[in-house]
């Protein structure tokens, strides 16, 4: 993640290089054109370490610390495009990370709620989401748990690879709310999962579909720190 004081410059040749990055994500299949929006006003490279600035609009993955990663543009497109959501909605984020797809959601429109598990990320990530205008309500803590405080959630988005899906998170979605979760997919190889939509159709009846093949760093459980 960027440090203090760092590339928070954004230049027309950041600017440009992002136009071509979100047209790559069209012919890659991404149609919201308010996914394009939020991401086109969102400038990626405020997010990564200064060693990896120069490769910020490539659509890659890159370490940010605590052995997590900054999602592909690709990923963050998708994902916030299956929410299916207008501005105003409730979303739990499982996972801040660098806080890219949180800005993102945010420049959505969204009401944020994001549960991050790693002390060092959180203590480093919420300042500066709010260093850069974008408001989140940011949490340390077990994402399993979710944040039944702030529930039902319009949309919970998962932004790490899952054994399977918490019951926790099932129950804090509203009705007519999706969880978009990468679950661990043994069919789909070593260190993959397959992108999962969970749709709740009323109180008791849950619908699943599936969009695909991804790589996400693991959902661990928080030492310490309370998330409900």
């Known amino acids: 993640m960027a440090t203090p004081a760092a590339n928070l410059l954004d230049t027309y040749r950041h600017k440009g290089l992002r136009k ?15 996914v394009f929006d939020a991401m086109d006003r ?56 660098s806080g890219y797809q949180c800005a993102v959601l945010v420049a959505m429109g969204f009401k944020v709620h994001s549960i991050e598990r790693q002390k060092d990320l959180y203590d480093r990530t919420t300042p500066f989401l709010k260093r850069l205008g974008y408001r989140a309500h940011c949490y340390y803590g077990d994402g399993y748990k979710g944040k039944a405080a702030f529930a039902p959630f319009d949309g919970i988005i998962v932004t790490c690879g899952a054994p399977h899906i918490p019951e926790a998170l099932m129950g804090q979605l509203a009705i007519g709310g999706r969880l978009i979760i990468p679950l661990d997919d043994p069919e789909a190889g070593e ?20 969009h695909g093949t991804f790589a996400f760093v693991p959902m661990i459980a928080a030492r310490s720190g309370k998330s409900d």
């Open 42 to 97: 969102v400038p990626r490279h405020h997010f990564m370490d200064d060693a990896f600035v120069h490769f910020a609009y490539d659509n890659k993955a890159f370490r940010i610390g605590a052995g997590q990663t900054i999602s592909h543009p690709y990923t963050v497109a998708r994902q916030t495009e299956l929410l299916d959501l207008r501005s105003g909605a409730n979303v739990l984020e499982i996972g801040t990370g």
């Open 20 to 34: 071509a990055l979100l047209g790559k994500l069209r012919e890659m299949g991404i149609e919201d054109d308010r």
């Open 191 to 210: 260190g993959k999962q397959t992108m999962t939509e969970v749709l709740r159709v009323d109180a008791t009846t849950f619908t699943r579909r599936t």
